[in-house]
């Protein structure tokens, strides 16, 4: 069988023995993390989401206080369209059933 590059079951010619039986070995899983035991992995964990935490642009005070209260207004909102839409079908049921 072939492709657009050559043959895929046959090793590239001019390549030795050795490294057509090299390219054609499962790679590694794992890497050098694999290797790493479960109070290193830990430590790179912790590591890497003090990182992390050292990328994040915090809000302001304002901006925090602006974003609460857009949560807290939308938040209300949709329990008075859940409310309303709540009543308004148990009217329906009341009227179909009752």
Do not use: C, H
Not at 14 to 22: H, L, N, P, T, Y
Not at 25 to 52: D, M, N, T
Not at 66 to 90: A, C, K, Q
């Amino acid at each position: 069988m072939t492709d657009a590059l050559g043959s895929i079951d046959m090793p590239e010619r001019g390549r030795s023995e050795d490294e057509a039986a090299e390219s054609q070995k499962k790679p590694r899983r794992g890497g050098k993390r694999g290797k790493k035991g479960p109070f290193a992995r830990l430590a790179l964990f912790y590591r890497q989401v003090v990182a992390e935490l050292r990328k994040v642009v915090w809000p302001t005070r304002s901006q925090l206080s602006t974003y609460t209260s857009v949560v807290i207004v939308f938040v209300v909102i949709i329990i008075g369209l859940v409310t309303v839409i709540d009543l308004g079908i148990n009217r329906v049921v009341g009227y179909v059933f009752g």
